[in-house]
Protein backbone atom coordinates (compact mmCIF):
# COMPACT_ATOMS: atom_id res chain seq x y z
CA UNK A 1 0.00 0.00 0.00
CA UNK A 2 1.57 3.06 -1.00
CA UNK A 3 -0.52 6.10 0.43
CA UNK A 4 -0.48 6.42 4.12
CA UNK A 5 -2.89 5.18 6.19
CA UNK A 6 -3.80 7.06 9.17
CA UNK A 7 -4.39 5.83 12.86
CA UNK A 8 -8.22 4.71 13.58
CA UNK A 9 -9.39 5.78 17.16
CA UNK A 10 -10.50 2.23 19.53
CA UNK A 11 -14.38 2.15 18.39
CA UNK A 12 -13.35 2.97 14.45
CA UNK A 13 -11.04 0.27 14.62
CA UNK A 14 -13.22 -2.13 16.12
CA UNK A 15 -15.63 -1.68 13.76
CA UNK A 16 -13.05 -2.45 10.97
CA UNK A 17 -11.98 -5.38 12.96
CA UNK A 18 -15.64 -6.96 12.67
CA UNK A 19 -15.63 -5.81 8.89
CA UNK A 20 -12.16 -7.66 8.37
CA UNK A 21 -12.96 -10.77 10.39
CA UNK A 22 -16.40 -11.20 7.97
CA UNK A 23 -14.06 -11.42 4.83
CA UNK A 24 -17.21 -9.90 2.83
CA UNK A 25 -19.00 -7.10 2.37
CA UNK A 26 -21.38 -6.38 5.56
CA UNK A 27 -24.58 -4.25 6.89
CA UNK A 28 -24.66 -1.92 9.60
CA UNK A 29 -27.27 -4.60 11.10
CA UNK A 30 -24.72 -6.98 10.80
CA UNK A 31 -21.93 -4.78 12.77
CA UNK A 32 -24.17 -4.11 15.49
CA UNK A 33 -25.68 -7.17 16.38
CA UNK A 34 -21.60 -8.52 16.32
CA UNK A 35 -21.35 -5.34 19.17
CA UNK A 36 -24.03 -6.54 20.83
CA UNK A 37 -22.55 -7.99 23.28
CA UNK A 38 -19.19 -5.93 23.74
CA UNK A 39 -20.80 -2.11 23.20
CA UNK A 40 -24.14 -0.82 24.14
CA UNK A 41 -24.06 1.43 21.08
CA UNK A 42 -27.53 2.12 19.26
CA UNK A 43 -27.78 1.62 15.70
CA UNK A 44 -26.89 5.44 15.02
CA UNK A 45 -23.37 5.37 16.77
CA UNK A 46 -22.38 2.14 14.56
CA UNK A 47 -24.15 4.33 11.12
CA UNK A 48 -21.81 7.44 12.50
CA UNK A 49 -18.40 5.34 13.04
CA UNK A 50 -19.47 3.52 9.38
CA UNK A 51 -19.55 7.09 7.51
CA UNK A 52 -16.22 7.88 9.02
CA UNK A 53 -14.78 4.81 8.02
CA UNK A 54 -16.26 5.59 4.49
CA UNK A 55 -14.87 9.39 4.55
CA UNK A 56 -11.61 8.65 5.61
CA UNK A 57 -11.32 5.76 3.25
CA UNK A 58 -11.40 2.63 4.86
CA UNK A 59 -14.28 1.44 3.91
CA UNK A 60 -16.63 1.48 0.72
CA UNK A 61 -19.98 1.82 0.47
CA UNK A 62 -22.61 0.65 -2.05
CA UNK A 63 -26.78 0.74 -1.95
CA UNK A 64 -28.37 -2.63 -2.47
CA UNK A 65 -32.01 -1.85 -2.06
CA UNK A 66 -32.70 -0.92 1.15
CA UNK A 67 -29.67 -1.53 2.46
CA UNK A 68 -26.28 0.04 2.58
CA UNK A 69 -23.33 -2.69 2.05
CA UNK A 70 -19.40 -2.01 3.20
CA UNK A 71 -16.58 -3.24 2.30
CA UNK A 72 -13.23 -2.79 3.34
CA UNK A 73 -10.93 -0.98 0.99
CA UNK A 74 -8.12 -0.79 3.69
CA UNK A 75 -6.75 -4.33 4.24
CA UNK A 76 -6.09 -5.83 8.00
CA UNK A 77 -2.55 -6.46 6.90
CA UNK A 78 -1.65 -2.69 5.57
CA UNK A 79 -3.26 -1.33 8.45
CA UNK A 80 -1.49 -3.87 11.15
CA UNK A 81 1.84 -3.64 9.50
CA UNK A 82 1.58 0.15 9.31
CA UNK A 83 0.58 0.15 13.19
CA UNK A 84 3.12 -1.51 13.78
CA UNK A 85 5.89 0.37 12.32
CA UNK A 86 4.40 3.53 13.83
CA UNK A 87 4.39 1.87 17.47
CA UNK A 88 8.17 0.78 17.06
CA UNK A 89 9.55 3.88 15.69
CA UNK A 90 7.89 5.83 18.27
CA UNK A 91 8.10 4.36 21.38
CA UNK A 92 11.22 1.85 20.72
CA UNK A 93 13.27 3.91 18.01
CA UNK A 94 12.32 1.22 15.45
CA UNK A 95 14.51 -1.31 18.31
CA UNK A 96 12.53 -4.44 17.88
CA UNK A 97 15.04 -5.44 20.43
CA UNK A 98 14.32 -2.79 22.78
CA UNK A 99 10.75 -3.93 22.88
CA UNK A 100 11.10 -7.49 23.48
CA UNK A 101 13.36 -6.58 26.20
CA UNK A 102 10.92 -3.80 27.62
CA UNK A 103 8.17 -6.96 28.01
CA UNK A 104 10.95 -8.97 29.27
CA UNK A 105 11.41 -6.80 32.15
CA UNK A 106 8.21 -5.64 32.94
CA UNK A 107 6.90 -9.84 32.88
CA UNK A 108 4.98 -9.15 30.07
CA UNK A 109 6.15 -11.88 28.07
CA UNK A 110 6.74 -15.30 29.64
CA UNK A 111 9.67 -17.97 28.45
CA UNK A 112 7.06 -19.91 26.55
CA UNK A 113 6.75 -17.07 24.68
CA UNK A 114 10.17 -15.93 24.19
CA UNK A 115 10.76 -19.71 23.19
CA UNK A 116 7.79 -19.28 20.33
CA UNK A 117 9.98 -16.10 19.26
CA UNK A 118 13.19 -17.83 19.13
CA UNK A 119 11.66 -20.47 17.27
CA UNK A 120 9.97 -18.05 14.49
CA UNK A 121 13.33 -16.41 14.39
CA UNK A 122 15.20 -19.22 13.45
CA UNK A 123 12.45 -20.27 10.83
CA UNK A 124 12.19 -16.80 9.53
CA UNK A 125 16.10 -16.31 9.35
CA UNK A 126 16.13 -19.90 7.27
CA UNK A 127 13.67 -18.80 5.02
CA UNK A 128 10.51 -20.70 6.01
Given at each position: MHRSIKRLPDSELEIMMIIWAANEPVTSAYVSEKLKDKKEWKITSVLTFLSRLTEKGF??????????????????????????????????????????????????????????????????????
Open positions: VACRREGKFNIYSAIVGERDYLENENKTFLGKLYGNSLTAFVASLYRSNSISGEELAELRKFIDNAAKGD
